[in-house]
Each structure stands twice: as structure tokens, then as C-alpha cells.
């Protein structure tokens, strides 16, 4: 992320929240607000640039003659991509609308960011239930909590810590919608990689003595390696025994360009967001890593566990994203 640039794929992530809120149903995650936090220039640019990427699609579904010849001409990692979304019945696509649609269901964007969701908020309620009093929100982009879940925010201290430049984005946006701020929601400013979350988040409301719960979704393959781990130290440090940390990460076969799977040549071209994805795990060997941490790996969902828990009986052509895992972890 540039220094003073609040982050493009917190408002991408968005525009998948608020497309499965409008589009789907049933819903895997509701996050019924998540459209407001876009402007309406924001909406039109990404539903065009959707299009856009997607017209070759649509091209090739009403040519159908040509779409063989059509798809020998597009570059390699286009032509894996196509072959791992593009409709066995080419009728579907029979419209710009009905191609971004396509392209909503078949690319892994949208699952990743509402099954993580859902996972982190169903973990939430049940800490909530166990004597949780402080959820800590990290790299929050546009996360609506706040404003979705009135009932949990009388119970919680929240706080949303994020990228200076993104907050303020997102502060500027909640004030255009005279979006009232419960009184229980702290904002903290971080750079992770400049700052110490610990120090700030001492600096807030935040009390290191009440039992947390750390969402950390969507974050950690923008950042360096020593940058998560220490993110996660301290973490460790800074919450009592027994406090929960949630987050998602990459495997290391996504950033090799043989190993990785044709739905997640995404993760490869990243940098031409101007957001590099750069580090991911070895899920086999990532609760060694987290006890030296101080924190105790729970639970470590793959790909199949999502596909199985969110996506198996979901009737939409949705499935959980190649390469993503969900970790839960507990202060030792
Ligand atoms: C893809 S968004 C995830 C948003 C949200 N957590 C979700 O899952 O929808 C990535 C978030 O990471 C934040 N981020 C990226 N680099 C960061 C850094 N160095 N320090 C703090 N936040 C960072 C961005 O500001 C952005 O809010």
C-alpha cells in the first residue's frame, strides 16, 4: 500500500460484500450496509472495470464459432483462468450483466471475503457468549460491524485498527452519511509496518487485562513476513490468556506461478493494484510457528473445510478460494 493511499482492495472487498447482500440469497454472510460505504463513483468504476475484464467472456459466449479460436489467442495465465471459470453451458452468458454476474460467482473474491466473514462473526458471537468483552478489528477497510450488529456493540469495547490512510477514507465516508458513531467504537490509527500495535492500541480505550477477540482478515499476505509475526506477537502480548485471534493467510503454492491453482492467478498479478500480496504459510508447520508466538493454533481450515462448511450445499456456483486458509488461534 502506497504511504498515503487508502487501500483499493478494502473498497473491491466491499463491492463483493454489497453485490452478495443485493445479489444472493441464500446469503453466507449479510453484510446489508457494506454497499452504502461505496460512493456511487466508486460503484460505476468497479461494475465497468468488471465489464471491462469481463467482455472477452462475453465475447466469447455469444460467438460461440469463434470461441475456440479466440481462446488460442489469449495470453497463458488468461487462458487458465477462463478454463477454470468460464460456464460449461456458454448460453449463460447472454449479456454484460449476466457476465459480471458469471464473473462474481466463478471468481474466488467474492467466496473468500463472505465466508471469512461469517467465520469470524459466528467465532465472535460464540466468544461473546463465553465472557468476551473486546473485539479487536485489524486492517478493517470497511468492515460495518459497528453499525450492523447494535445488539453485540452494547457488550463490546470495538476497535477498528487500520492504515491511517484507509481510516480516514472510511471516517470521511461514515461522516457523509451521517453515520452516527456508537459510543463503543475506537478508532486506531496503524501502519503495521511502521508502528507498534501494541503502543497504540495502550494509547486507546483498550484495557490488556479484558479477554479479546482479534479479526485480522484479508491483511496478512500484503505484508512481510516479520511484519505478521510480530503483528502477532504482539498480539500475544498485549491480551490476557485465553483471547482469540482469527485470520486468514495464503499458502505458499500461491505465489508460485507452477504450483498455483487457475483461480488464484489473481494472487500473481496483485501488484498491479499497487497492493503486492507477498507472503504466505506452510499450513503443516504454522502451529509450530504460532508457538513461538505465544499462541496456540485451534483451529487451521483449508480450502476443502471452507468449500465443505459454506459452499457444499450452497446453491449458487460459488466455492471456497484455492489457496486461502482460515487459522484460529488462542493466547497461550
Ligand atoms: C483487503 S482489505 C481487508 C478489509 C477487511 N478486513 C475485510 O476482510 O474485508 C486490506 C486491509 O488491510 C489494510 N492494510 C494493508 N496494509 C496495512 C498496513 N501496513 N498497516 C495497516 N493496515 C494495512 C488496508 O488498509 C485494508 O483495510
Given at each position: ?16 460484500r454489497?453485490y452478495?447482500?443485493?445479489h444472493?440469497?441464500?446469503?453466507i ?7 452504502h460505504?461505496l ?5 460505476t ?7 471491462k ?6 465475447y466469447?459466449?455469444?460467438r460461440k464459432?469463434f ?8 495470453p ?5 483462468t477462463?478454463?477454470a471459470?468460464a ?16 464473473y ?13 466473514a461469517r467465520?469470524?462473526?459466528d ?5 461473546v ?14 468492515d460495518?460491524f459497528?453499525?450492523r450488529?447494535?445488539a ?5 469495547q470495538v ?11 472510511k471516517r ?9 458513531i456508537?459510543?463503543?467504537l475506537h ?10 500495535l501494541d503502543e ?9 487485562k479484558i ?5 485480522w482478515?484479508?491483511v ?7 511484519t ?17 485471534v482469527?485470520f ?13 491453482a ?10 498491479k ?10 499450513p503443516?508447520?504454522l502451529?509450530?510457528?504460532l ?21 457444499q ?5 460459488y466455492?471456497?478460494q484455492?489457496?486461502a ?8
Amino acid at each position: 500500500m502506497g504511504k498515503n493511499k487508502s487501500s483499493y482492495s478494502a473498497s473491491i472487498i466491499t463491492y463483493c460484500r454489497a453485490y452478495h447482500a443485493m445479489h444472493d440469497e441464500p446469503k453466507i454472510f449479510d453484510d446489508f450496509l457494506a454497499g452504502h460505504l461505496l460512493t456511487d463513483e466508486q460503484r460505476t468504476k468497479f461494475d465497468a472495470m468488471i465489464y471491462k475484464s469481463n467482455k472477452a467472456l462475453y465475447y466469447i459466449g455469444s460467438r460461440k464459432t469463434f470461441s475456440s479460436i479466440i481462446k488460442l489467442l489469449l495470453p497463458r495465465r488468461f487462458k487458465r483462468t477462463f478454463e477454470a471459470i468460464a460456464p460449461k453451458d456458454l448460453n449463460l452468458i447472454s449479456s454484460p450483466t449476466s457476465a459480471v454476474d458469471w464473473y462474481m460467482h466463478a471468481h474466488g473474491a467474492l467466496a473468500l471475503a463472505v465466508s471469512r466473514a461469517r467465520y469470524t462473526e459466528d467465532n465472535l458471537v460464540e466468544a461473546v457468549g463465553k465472557g468476551v468483552r473486546q473485539y479487536v478489528i485489524l486492517g478493517a477497510g470497511m468492515d460495518t460491524f459497528a453499525f450492523r450488529c447494535p445488539a453485540l456493540m452494547d457488550k463490546l469495547q470495538v476497535f477498528e485498527v487500520d492504515h491511517p490512510a484507509t481510516q480516514t477514507v472510511k471516517r470521511q465516508r461514515i461522516t457523509e452519511l451521517s453515520w452516527e458513531i456508537p459510543q463503543t467504537l475506537h478508532f486506531v490509527p496503524v501502519d503495521f509496518t511502521h508502528q507498534r500495535l501494541d503502543e497504540e492500541l495502550k494509547n486507546s480505550w483498550y484495557d490488556p487485562k479484558i479477554l479479546g477477540f482479534f479479526n485480522w482478515l484479508g491483511v496478512t499476505y500484503y505484508l512481510p513476513r516479520e511484519t505478521i509475526l510480530a503483528t502477532l506477537r504482539k498480539v500475544a502480548a498485549i491480551a490476557p490468556k485465553g483471547s482469540t485471534v482469527i485470520f486468514d493467510y495464503l499458502d505458499t503454492d500461491a505465489f508460485d506461478p507452477a504450483k498455483v491453482a487457475p483461480r488464484g492467478q489473481w494472487f500473481l498479478w496483485s501488484h498491479k493494484t499497487g497492493e503486492t500480496m507477498k507472503s504466505g504459510f506452510d499450513p503443516s508447520t504454522l502451529s509450530h510457528e504460532l508457538a513461538a508466538l505465544g499462541l496456540r493454533l485451534e483451529e487451521n481450515l483449508s480450502p476443502s473445510d471452507i468449500e465443505k462448511l459454506y459452499f457444499q450445499d450452497h446453491p449458487g456456483n460459488y466455492h471456497a478460494q484455492e489457496h486461502a486458509h482460515f487459522a484460529c488461534a488462542v493466547v497461550e
